[in-house]
């Protein structure tokens, strides 16, 4: 009896220590986390709102970076002087701290940092002129900055959202959010609100069911213009939207009216709106990409585009010149090297500003993040996004492997003792659950054909008395072997092959590879991929494509690891997109990658996304209970479910400053034929009553 009584003693005292610890954390017993990757580096878009004066020559001494240099700053505005002071309840204190004269540069912009989305209002101010004449920095040491959230959590229902193209009308601000579900899969979440910053109280102007994108307000504040998905709604592309120009009161969304089928319009200068009244002129000359234009509030002789030269692999802002029918290049001149994004202009037509990449400049560096924690919608569950892909977690949760093409590479979870573990190219990675320190990984190209050779190998993290960890091959065969996932006993790996020309799942030995047993679990002529292991060892997940071989459409499937009980787990949508699943610890959930609610920006007015549309969903096995975890431009994808909660809180580590590697959309012609973008211009000669 008496020993009986210790050990259920001992488990009830660990038991409570377990949830002593778990308070201490804020968390509950059963609180994960969830890693995941954003294509590219999130870190190289370490973008700043910049400013040049339109009047004199562009150079590089009268540029002026106006944001403050920390995370990600972009699509501002500029809002008439001072008209945002009277509006913000503390300008008390924004007048005690500074002087009024000279008049702040102010800008309104997006931003993302604190692990949200949220618009914010700067003033910068400067007190004296530069010590010496055209130092940058000895002009930016005597400023006084302040800053100023424009939304609280309140304004998007207490939902996490992105934000995006902000105006400030008067005392509204219009902008982007993406806060409501539509509940449709494959439809965006995007929609334009108004915020009355005096009281705070916000409509939304988009009707329900539509997507707008990029609003634009007319000077006078009456019309508001969006790039908008009709009612064919989102057809899956990801590189130029079909969209067509809406026009609405920005008052209240009414008076809505389709102004122009895909481009751009001149808004008449009296009467109604509509498609009959609009002229459509195309403004810059064929040759060049012109993209995002801004009409100039102060002079309607010219306007600013961002454009792509056929002599230039970098995007740039230039003024045109509507009278004169001729370019005036700009940031060439400051920055030849740096793509250039989203021009906007000053009420008083001196300005244009833009967001660039900050660059390593001889200023502080800004932080990199090895991990940076995203604000969860769900409380128990922290998010966090790494500078890297592939990651996954050692069963301790101490250690996360991740890919850095080319390489693999092993960190520690505190950013500490990063080392490649292998230095070829390599893509998805797992960590044995009952082996210490292994790591399983496909090496060879992504995206072959089934008969180009990928292999599946077990690397050693630990056994590096050489220099370079010991790995193991696990197929030999000179095809298609990738994705591999091991059972939770360890003793086998899930993994997809193309041997039989096309790409199915099979089940070999986790130590002797395919040597030491093969098993064939998929059968069929289509692409099963991407599976993982539940940890009961009873389900098998993956994506497929078996709906519609060859299509690009995939959806998620489970199986017993003995070929039966094959079901549909989830699909988004006709001819959508749902990858990477991956159990959670209790192994009722899935967290995964899909189109499900859309793109969230224009993917013209960002830099290169392959699927500017993936998003990290979860939902139980049941198909019950699906829920977004992120909002933003990126394509998300990859994610992992670690086995315990990890705090909420960013983890740094050094890796030297911004790289900004990264590509602008690369699917634009060197030699375009045709201009314009979906972006709307509304011209200053508007002048549209109600
Ligand atoms: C005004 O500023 C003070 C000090 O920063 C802050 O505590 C307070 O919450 C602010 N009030 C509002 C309404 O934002
Ligand atoms: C960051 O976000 C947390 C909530 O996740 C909030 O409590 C905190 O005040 C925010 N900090 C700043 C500086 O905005
Ligand atoms: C296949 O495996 C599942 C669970 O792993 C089990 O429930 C089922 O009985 C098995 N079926 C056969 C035919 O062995």
């Not at 969304?253 to 089928?261: A, D, P, S, W």
């Amino acid at each position: 009896m008496k020993p009986k009584m210790t050990l259920r003693l001992s488990f009830l005292l660990n038991f409570l220590l377990h949830l002593l610890y778990a308070a201490a954390e804020h968390e509950s017993p059963t609180s994960t986390s969830i890693i995941f990757a954003s294509l590219g580096s999130r870190s190289d878009n370490a973008f700043d709102i910049f400013q040049l004066p339109i009047l004199d020559p562009p150079s590089i001494t009268n540029e002026i970076k106006i944001t403050d240099g920390q995370s990600l700053n972009y699509n501002g505005h500029f809002p008439s002087p001072s008209s945002i002071l009277s509006l913000l309840p503390n300008q008390t204190l924004i007048h005690t701290r500074v002087r009024p004269d000279p008049p702040p540069f102010e800008l309104i912009y997006v931003t993302e940092r604190n692990g949200t989305w949220n618009i914010y209002y700067d003033a910068v101010y400067h007190y004296d002129t530069p010590r010496s004449t055209g130092s940058r920095s000895a002009l930016e040491d005597l400023t006084i900055r302040v800053q100023i959230p424009l939304l609280g959590f309140v304004q998007s229902e207490n939902r996490i959202s992105f934000k995006d193209k902000p105006t400030l009308s008067r005392e509204y601000l219009v902008y982007v959010s993406t806060h409501e579900d539509t509940g449709e899969p494959r439809t965006s979440w995007a929609a334009v609100y108004s915020t009355d910053l005096k009281t705070g109280s916000t409509r939304r102007l988009t009707p329900t069911g539509v997507a707008d994108f990029s609003p634009a307000v007319t000077p006078s504040g009456t019309w508001t213009a969006v790039a908008s998905y009709g009612a064919e709604g989102w057809d899956g592309d990801v590189e130029e939207l079909s969209t067509d120009i809406y026009v609405f009161l920005t008052r209240d969304g009414t008076q809505r009216v389709k102004v122009v089928e895909h481009g751009g319009a001149t808004l008449p200068s009296e009467g109604p709106v509509s498609t009959e009244s609009v002229v459509v002129e195309r403004v810059t000359p064929p040759g060049l990409h012109a993209f995002t234009p801004a009409t100039s509030p102060g002079n309607e002789n010219f306007i600013a585009v961002a454009t792509r030269r056929p002599s230039s692999k970098f995007r740039h802002i230039e003024l045109f010149d509507l009278v004169k029918n001729e370019f005036k290049e700009l940031t060439r001149h400051v920055s030849p090297q740096t793509h250039h994004f989203n021009p906007f202009i000053s009420p008083d037509s001196t300005r244009v500003g833009y967001h660039k990449c900050r660059g390593e400049s001889n200023e502080r560096k800004s932080t990199q993040l090895l991990l940076e924690n995203l604000r969860s919608p769900v409380t128990d569950l922290s998010l966090f996004r790494i500078d890297g892909s592939f990651p996954s977690f050692s069963p301790a949760d101490d250690r996360i492997a991740f890919v850095d093409f080319p390489g693999v590479y092993v960190v520690n979870r505190d950013g500490s003792n990063r080392r490649q573990i292998y230095p070829e190219s390599a893509f998805s990675t797992v960590w044995d659950p009952v082996r210490k320190g292994i790591v399983y990984t496909s090496t060879g190209p992504t995206f072959a054909e089934p008969t180009t050779e990928v292999d599946v190998i077990s690397i050693n993290v630990d056994d590096d008395h050489y220099g370079q960890p010991s790995f193991k091959k696990l197929t030999t065969n000179g095809e298609n072997n990738a994705f591999p996932y091991p059972s939770p006993d360890g003793k086998r790996v899930v993994f997809r092959s193309g041997r039989s020309g096309y790409k199915n799942l099979y089940i070999m030995d986790a130590i002797d590879g395919e040597k030491g047993g093969l098993q064939r679990l998929t059968e069929g002529p289509w692409s099963d991929t991407m599976c993982s292991w539940s940890p009961d060892g009873n389900w098998i997940a993956f994506a497929s494509d078996r709906g519609n071989p060859g299509s690009g459409s995939f959806e998620l499937y489970m199986i017993h690891p003995n070929g039966t009980g094959l079901r549909k787990l989830f699909r988004s949508g006709s001819g959508g997109r749902a990858n990477h699943p991956s159990f959670s610890p209790d192994g009722k959930s899935i967290v995964f990658t899909s189109d499900y609610a859309g793109v969230s920006a224009e993917p013209i007015s960002h830099p290169h996304q392959y699927q500017p549309y993936g998003e990290i969903f979860t939902m139980k096995l049941d198909g019950s209970d699906l829920k977004r975890l992120t909002h933003n431009s990126f394509e998300d994808g990859t994610p992992a479910w670690g086995h315990m909660y990890i705090k909420p809180l960013d983890v740094e580590w050094l890796k030297g400053g911004p790289r900004c590697s990264f590509e602008d959309c690369h699917w634009l012609n060197e030699i375009p034929n045709h201009g314009a973008g979906t972006t709307p211009l509304v011209s200053p000669k508007t002048q549209c009553r109600a």
